[in-house]
């Protein structure tokens, strides 16, 4: 399905394919053990720590969590891409290679043709200088297609993404484009080189409400007519359980708990998630204001012995603040708390 | 400071407010107003006007046409004196989104709110200064080891609170929040949020919430004004408004909050449907 010629093509792949590249069985996606260390000096306690998270082909998998939470940077090394001077462990397998031990040659093909990434500010993910069209072919090009061809593709991709006037939009630049129409193009741009996984950092946070809904709309319906997977992270929740079919939820570097939407918004397992929904402004009539979570996020400068949440749950007890918790698996739910089993949340 | 001979009801009342950039109607015909103490919300889009309406209102844009008043106080025109402005700002401050652009880095948290004490109570001595800088770091719920900071050494939720303690060092009558939660996190944003509502019910400051955020201002606002392309599309009472919407926008931006049963398919539709007659 990476074959060159077959770069104009936008015929429908099976959601669930798995049978046509060399890793049949196992996960589009596989993080295990992931943990990332800033030299000592940058941090107290390291940015991932023992991050588990799995996508498989056509899903859409959630990651959610509050800014300093290692979301992005989780996200991030999937292409390779780690902070300055960080030390990773654990292994992070796309198709069932690890992109941590690749070489310039290896992360070039996943980032090529396996992997894509769509940005929050898609003013930042485009040169001004350069015309949509070049942006869109660059790609292409770089993988051998004919100009003509690539072009041809270009303007199919932006019809694809809703872009009026495709034929136009080639020869316009950036500034030419507004927030919402300019993500758009930076979708097609990611979704050019057919990519089994998409990798989506908050592409819609910046975006107007009604912009959001159509960007999401796209986003979803390429998606299901290429069956790439995806992995969506957000720091809201609710956009991501009206999308995602799993989700997992971050704090302080870990994650603390991942269930399958519809559980993890009706039994939410970590005092976190809980009080993250609390605290998450609801639209409803009768919705209860929003609770506040006391305190602030565990900054990088400091490392809690026990759970990173402690300071802030009120469910924390003396054992919480001592004891760090490992994530447990329970059927499709996994959840990090030391008190997960006693019904505190019921 | 409200001197007017008899009780006005209303706070804050703007008519007719207009603002054009070059051939672009930025805001047009917009009118409302706020009882004292009372919180209005202005929703809209990036292009809405919201934020220009915001900006006419506490004099960091002129209005082409219509008028702003405070307690019965003109404001529409450019201020002349000294002394008018201080009035002024008095009348209305106004919160940023961004906490991180709205401070000085080079002035600690102290000082940047006691140069507002110092502006509006030049009769203050230092100890009186220094009991009204306790009393605005405690409300809005900042210790002693924040005051001494650079806003650097601080998170966004911090240097929100910092902002809104030195928009209430003037004692303003109106407060304009300008997506002031909108850049926090939920966890922070709820927090502030609940500020907020305490200094609202315990100082009666009329609230001018400005937001693209449906589900924020409901818990925050009474009324509310929904704006489009820079006319008012509908308004009322926030509760009203969002549970028995008129105006089709207003349905389209309910319906865009993400939630259970969520359908963006159908809300791009309805966006097309709605763009289609201007187009």
């Known amino acids: 399905m990476f074959d060159k010629t077959t770069a104009g093509d936008t015929e429908a792949r099976p959601a669930t394919s798995g049978t046509d590249t060399a890793g049949r069985d196992v996960p589009l996606l596989d993080i295990a053990g992931l943990t990332l260390r800033l030299p ?23 990651l959610v969590g ?43 093909d996943v980032r090529r043709n396996k992997v894509a990434m769509v940005f929050q500010d898609p003013r930042a993910s485009v040169n001004p200088m350069r015309r949509v069209g070049d942006f869109l072919t660059e790609g292409l090009r770089v993988r051998g297609v004919p100009k003509e061809q690539a072009l041809a593709r270009a303007q199919e991709l932006l019809t694809e993404v809703g872009i009026r006037d ?62 790439t997977g995806m992995l969506f992270v957000t720091h809201d929740l609710e956009l991501a359980a009206a999308i995602c079919d799993r989700i997992y939820v971050m704090y302080a570097g870990r994650i603390v708990e991942s269930q399958p939407v519809a559980d993890l918004f009706a039994r939410p397992r970590h005092p976190y998630t809980a009080a993250l929904l609390a605290s998450t ?66 | 400071m409200s001197t007017s001979t008899e009780p006005t009801p209303v706070a804050l009342e703007v008519r007719g407010l207009c603002r054009t950039f070059g051939d672009h109607k930025a805001v047009d015909d917009v009118g409302f107003t706020l009882p004292p103490g009372g919180s209005l919300g202005i929703v809209g889009e990036s292009g809405s006007g919201k934020t220009t309406t915001a900006r006419m209102l506490v004099g960091l844009e002129t209005p082409d046409a219509g008028s702003i008043t405070v307690d019965g106080h003109e404001r529409a025109h450019r201020p002349r004196t000294r002394a008018e402005r201080l009035a002024r700002a008095r009348e209305i401050q106004m919160v940023f989104q961004d906490p991180y652009l709205s401070l000085d880095p080079r002035i600690t948290v102290h000082d940047s ?167």
């Open chain 1, 166 to 227: 495709p034929h136009g939009a080639l020869r316009r630049f950036p500034h030419q484009f507004s927030g919402g129409m300019l993500q758009r193009v930076v979708i097609a741009a990611a979704l050019s080189g057919d990519p089994a996984l998409l990798l989506a950092d908050e592409p819609t946070t910046a975006l107007d409400v009604t912009t959001q809904a159509e960007v999401v709309g796209i986003l979803r319906r390429l998606q299901h007519r290429h069956g």
């Open chain 2, 113 to 279: 709110i006691d140069e507002v004490l110092r502006l509006h109570a030049p009769e203050a001595d230092r100890p009186g200064r220094a009991a009204r800088l306790a009393e605005l770091l405690d409300q809005v719920g900042l210790g002693t080891r924040e005051a001494g900071a650079l806003p650097r050494r601080l998170s966004g939720g911090q240097r929100q609170r910092v902002a809104i303690a030195r928009a209430l060092a003037a004692s303003p009558r109106v407060l304009i929040l300008d997506e002031a939660v909108a850049a926090l996190d939920v966890s922070i944003q709820a927090q502030i949020l609940d500020l907020l509502a305490r200094i609202r019910r315990e100082q009666g400051i009329g609230y001018l919430f400005v937001s693209h955020d449906l589900a924020v201002v409901r818990h925050i606002t009474d009324d509310v004004v929904v704006l489009r392309n820079g006319r008012i599309v509908e308004s009322g009472r926030t509760a009203d408004v969002l549970s028995a919407p008129q105006h089709p926008y207003t349905r389209l931006l309910i319906d865009s909050v993400p939630g259970v049963g969520w359908d963006p398919e159908r809300i791009a539709e309805n966006r097309r449907a709605l763009a289609a007659p201007e187009a």
């Open chain 1, 66 to 108: 509050e800014s300093g939470s290692g979301k992005s940077v989780a996200c991030r090394t999937v292409l390779g891409l780690l902070p300055k001077g960080a030390r990773a462990e654990g292994t992070v397998r796309v198709e069932g290679t690890d992109v941590l031990a690749m070489g310039a040659a290896g992360l070039r």
């Open chain 1, 281 to 346: 402004p609801r639209l409803e009539a009768d919705a209860a204001a929003p609770q506040p979570i006391p305190g602030r996020p565990v900054s990088l400068a400091e490392a809690p012995p026990g759970c990173a949440f402690a300071a802030r749950c009120a469910f924390a007890i003396e054992r919480c603040r001592s004891e760090a918790p490992a994530l447990v698996s329970d059927g499709p739910a996994a959840v990090a708390c030391l008190r997960a089993d006693e019904g505190i949340l019921q």
């Open chain 1, 40 to 62: 000592d000096h940058a941090a107290a306690r390291p940015i991932l720590d023992g991050v588990d998270l799995r996508v498989d082909r056509g899903e859409t998998v959630g």
